[in-house]
């Protein structure tokens, strides 16, 4: 009678594990391990990092993270690939993935582990008093944005899309902490940057008797990169603990900061000290809206690993447009730059 019992008790744990491994594919590694999160400028796009820090959902999974700050997302993933540990990570985006591999074959190849921004990121945006109401009007005129940033790269489409010339306006480098007072200082006429950048920007502006018109890239039917958290393809196939512990973590840390973004940024501002609460909070609610296309309410019925499923029919559909608009010569299998072993389907 015990043997019979002893023998439905394994058969029980052995269809649990299964099943545990079909839904999310890993188990956190039996150790601490460090990991390294290459961050792309300290800002409010993904404070999930710094919550899922915070609220200790890297150290339940067994993980040691160091950040390590860069200029922008592109140097951040370029960082990743680089990494001789294998074991560094991004919020990043597969467009990103296909850039540094059409560029760089010999670069290690990267893959998302978890998806997490459907929509386009980017915006233009200038002060209602310089007279821009619809796109023709930015002939002649003087844009700040980073050189060499994917908002840099989305502006020249942008342009193009509308049918101006690229000699018809003056593009300024400049870094995005500098894109605000540029424009508020009419150093500029418009700037380009993701567009929760509109939000702390909107509050300077009204203090100063001003308000902020954009135009949202998304409105005008331009691809999304397809942000996801970017590692090494080699994590995920020689060592899928970590892997699967890293895209767990930051799917807790965003089903956090969605349905409780002041706790959220209040994390993210105590590891990093000196940037304005309200200001920042803002421009997480917009990133929320603008870029991820997510709400509490629907986010407190999902379970964290579904914020992290990638959608096949929109990743097949979007790479044709990001190869043509950006002219990617090099022809990818979809399924090759991201996987859903780690996400359950919403």
């Given at each position: 009678?015990?043997?019979?019992?002893?023998?439905?008790?394994?058969?029980?744990?052995?269809?649990?594990g299964?099943?545990?491994?079909?839904?999310?594919?890993f188990?956190?590694?039996?150790?601490?391990?460090?990991?390294?999160?290459?961050?792309?400028?300290?800002?409010?796009?993904?404070?999930?990092?710094?919550?899922?820090?915070?609220?200790?959902?890297?150290?339940?999974?067994?993980?040691?993270?160091?950040?390590?700050?860069?200029?922008?997302?592109?140097q951040a993933?370029?960082?990743?690939?680089?990494?001789?540990?294998?074991?560094?990570?991004?919020?990043?985006?597969?467009?990103?993935?296909?850039?540094?591999?059409?560029?760089?074959?010999?670069?290690?190849?990267?893959?998302?582990?978890?998806?997490?921004?459907?929509?386009?990121?980017?915006?233009?945006?200038?002060?209602?008093?310089?007279?821009?109401?619809?796109?023709?009007?930015?002939a002649?005129?003087?844009?700040?944005?980073?050189?060499?940033?994917?908002?840099?790269?989305?502006?020249?489409?942008?342009?193009?899309?509308?049918?101006?010339?690229?000699?018809?306006?003056?593009?300024?480098?400049?870094?995005?902490?500098?894109?605000h007072?540029?424009?508020?200082?009419?150093?500029?006429?418009?700037?380009?940057?993701?567009?929760?950048?509109?939000?702390?920007?909107?509050?300077?502006?009204?203090?100063?008797?001003?308000?902020?018109?954009?135009?949202?890239?998304?409105?005008?039917?331009?691809?999304s990169?397809?942000?996801?958290?970017?590692?090494?393809?080699?994590?995920?196939?020689?060592?899928?603990?970590?892997?699967?512990?890293?895209a767990?973590?930051?799917?807790?840390?965003?089903?956090?900061?969605?349905?409780?973004?002041?706790?959220?940024?209040?994390?993210?501002?105590?590891?990093?000290?000196?940037?304005?609460?309200?200001?920042?909070?803002?421009?997480?609610?917009v990133?929320?809206?603008?870029?991820?296309?997510?709400?509490?309410?629907?986010?407190?019925?999902?379970?964290?690993a579904?914020?992290?499923?990638?959608?096949?029919?929109?990743?097949?559909?979007?790479?044709?447009?990001?190869?043509?608009?950006?002219?990617?010569?090099?022809?990818?299998?979809?399924?090759?730059?991201?996987?859903?072993?780690?996400?359950?389907?919403?």
């Amino acid at each position: 009678m015990r043997r019979g019992l002893v023998a439905w008790i394994v058969v029980v744990v052995v269809i649990v594990g299964v099943a545990v491994a079909d839904r999310t594919g890993f188990s956190s590694p039996s150790t601490p391990v460090t990991v390294n999160d290459y961050v792309g400028g300290i800002t409010s796009s993904a404070p999930q990092d710094w919550a899922a820090d915070a609220q200790g959902f890297f150290a339940k999974h067994n993980l040691k993270v160091n950040f390590v700050i860069l200029e922008g997302t592109s140097q951040a993933v370029q960082a990743v690939a680089a990494d001789r540990t294998g074991r560094g990570f991004v919020q990043g985006d597969i467009l990103d993935e296909m850039l540094l591999a059409d560029k760089n074959p010999s670069a290690p190849p990267l893959i998302g582990i978890a998806g997490n921004e459907p929509r386009n990121p980017v915006a233009l945006i200038f002060l209602n008093s310089s007279g821009i109401k619809s796109p023709a009007d930015l002939a002649g005129k003087t844009i700040g944005v980073p050189t060499g940033s994917l908002s840099e790269q989305y502006l020249d489409i942008f342009l193009q899309q509308q049918g101006i010339a690229k000699d018809k306006v003056t593009v300024q480098n400049i870094g995005f902490g500098a894109l605000h007072p540029a424009l508020m200082q009419k150093r500029v006429d418009a700037i380009c940057e993701f567009a929760r950048g509109l939000a702390s920007l909107d509050i300077v502006a009204r203090q100063q008797g001003q308000t902020v018109g954009s135009f949202l890239f998304g409105d005008y039917h331009m691809p999304s990169p397809l942000g996801a958290v970017v590692v090494q393809k080699s994590l995920v196939d020689k060592d899928p603990a970590v892997a699967g512990a890293i895209a767990a973590s930051l799917n807790e840390g965003l089903h956090l900061c969605v349905i409780n973004p002041e706790q959220c940024i209040k994390d993210f501002i105590a590891k990093n000290p000196g940037r304005d609460y309200d200001q920042t909070l803002a421009e997480w609610k917009v990133a929320l809206r603008a870029q991820y296309g997510l709400d509490a309410a629907t986010v407190q019925k999902m379970k964290p690993a579904q914020l992290g499923w990638f959608d096949p029919q929109l990743v097949s559909a979007t790479l044709p447009e990001l190869r043509t608009m950006f002219k990617i010569g090099r022809i990818f299998t979809p399924t090759t730059l991201y996987t859903n072993r780690f996400a359950e389907h919403p």
